[in-house]
């Protein structure tokens, strides 16, 4: 594919410097973009800049993942309207460490001519003392220069520490090492990247007389203007064990209608051949194109088997006919999941351990029933099931051979009434 040609269609070509398309034509060239660990995984909002990277490489060019080893220590003022709270050094190495495993999953760093390849930019600083920084970085750009950019001027009223103000020349150093180690000719970036990213061509150009280029995407944002990769209960994780795949899932497939073109732009690797046709096919079904979205971006974060398992938890939280099986096929994580999305209450292991009665279960241990008449009359009426088995007396008792994975009970009081006990 043509790297920018298909940048333009799905909407992701924000700004760039002139002469990159015709550097790009000419065979395989590197390009990078830089990610400071300054959280525990990568996010969805981190997924915009990957599949720039990803469709880098599906372009035949070489893509450098710049792990912010050190400007992660410094803070980047970009986008934000007060200082950063700084992180130890412990744990941005833990961080950087985690999502340097993450990125494997979604870039071919073997295998092919092409590979993609990780670099910590704390190997361009750990040598270098205050005063050659000074000399040899900080004399590149004019304190004009640097003040002009956006990231500063939006920061100067509000106050802006010489920490952060410095970040611009370090991000700009970053850019001129990798283009004399590695033969990179392009950094990427979003929008609010531009500012650092041209401060390091104007590197490339005074300190090794070079030439190098620019490339940013437009700041996703959602049809209501709030900021993409969030939802309402805060950040949409790449790491399953900070968001679930099945609310990774949820997230996709409940977004608004209008935001499913451009979302499916952004993250699909459908051609544009497949996405317009399945958008003139599915014209009158918004919901199953977001549901595709979802499901191949599932797939590819987690995978196939934790898909699979997204619907059966679904299943089991929206069919009224979900069967018993359905329940005994999901898992632990899966079980958590369920606690998560429906009413649940804790209760001590040491209640079933000589069996619980199951009205005690409902009016007592558990809120599911406001009185031990309403547990009887429900049962009476039929109403109650303790995984997915229905409750025939009012004399039953549970105890330690109900639990699901040694941990979990679910308990129905009709149809719609579902509540996940844990103990």
């Given at each position: 594919?043509?790297?920018?040609e ?22 395989m060239?590197?390009?990078y973009i ?13 997924y915009?800049?990957?599949?720039l ?23 980047d003022p970009?986008?934000?309207d007060?200082e950063?709270?700084?992180k ?7 961080n ?5 495993e ?48 956006e ?23 970053d850019?001129q ?16 990247q531009w500012?650092n990213?041209?401060?390091g ?15 940013t995407?437009?700041l ?5 203007g ?8 805060g ?6 064990n900070?968001?679930?795949p099945?609310?990774?899932?949820q997230?996709?497939?409940n977004?608004?209608d ?6 499916t ?7 544009r051949?497949e ?14 194109i977001k549901r ?8 590819r ?5 934790d898909y699979?398992?997204?619907l ?11 069967s ?5 096929e ?6 958590q ?23 005690d279960?409902?009016a007592?241990?558990?809120q599911?029933?406001?009185s ?18 229905k409750?025939g007396?009012h004399e ?13 009970i679910?308990v129905?009081n ?9 103990v």
């Open positions: 594919m043509d790297f920018l298909e940048l333009k269609w799905r909407g992701m070509l924000h700004d760039s410097t002139p002469g990159v398309e015709q550097a790009l034509s000419k065979g060239k590197t390009g830089g990610f400071d660990p300054t959280a525990p995984s990568l996010t969805i909002g981190n915009v800049q990957i599949m990277l990803r469709l880098f490489q599906l372009s035949g060019h070489k893509p450098i993942v710049l792990m912010g080893g050190a400007t992660g220590r410094i803070g970009s986008g934000k007060k950063r709270e700084l130890s050094f412990d744990v941005l190495d833990s950087l460490s985690f999502q340097a993450q990125f494997a999953k979604f870039l071919d760093f073997e295998g092919v001519p092409n590979n993609a390849q990780m670099v910590n930019n704390l190997d361009f600083y750990k040598n270098m003392n205050v005063l050659d920084f000074l000399r040899d970085v900080g004399k590149t750009l004019t304190v004009n220069y640097m003040s002009s950019k990231s500063v001027k939006k920061r100067v009223e509000t106050g802006l520490s010489f920490t952060e103000f410095s970040y611009q020349l370090l991000q700009a150093y850019f090492c990798l283009y004399t180690n590695n033969d990179v000719i392009l950094q990427m970036g979003g929008s609010d500012g990213i041209t401060s061509t104007e590197f490339i150009r005074k300190n090794v007389s070079g030439k190098a280029f620019a490339l995407t437009p996703l944002t959602k049809a209501d709030s900021k993409f990769g969030k939802s309402e209960a950040n949409i994780w790449l790491d399953p900070m968001t679930s099945y609310k990774f899932y997230f996709w497939i977004a608004d209008r935001d499913s073109p451009k979302f732009r952004y993250f699909t690797l459908k051609s051949a996405v317009e046709q399945m958008e003139q096919d599915l014209a009158d079904n918004p919901r199953e595709l979205l979802a499901e191949e971006l599932t797939v974060v987690h995978s196939q088997a699979e398992a997204v059966k938890v679904s299943e089991m939280l929206f069919n009224k006919k979900a018993k099986e359905t329940l005994m999901l898992d632990a994580n899966s079980l999941t369920i606690a998560g999305e429906i009413t649940s209450f804790k209760i001590d292991k040491s209640l079933l351990s000589n069996g619980l009665n199951i009205v279960l409902m007592e241990s558990t599911i029933v406001g031990k008449g309403d547990a009887r009359r429900a049962i009476k009426g039929g109403a109650v099931a303790v995984n997915k088995d409750i007396s039953t008792v549970i105890d330690e051979s109900s639990l699901l994975h040694g941990k979990y679910m129905e009709g149809k719609k009434n579902k509540f996940m006990l844990e």
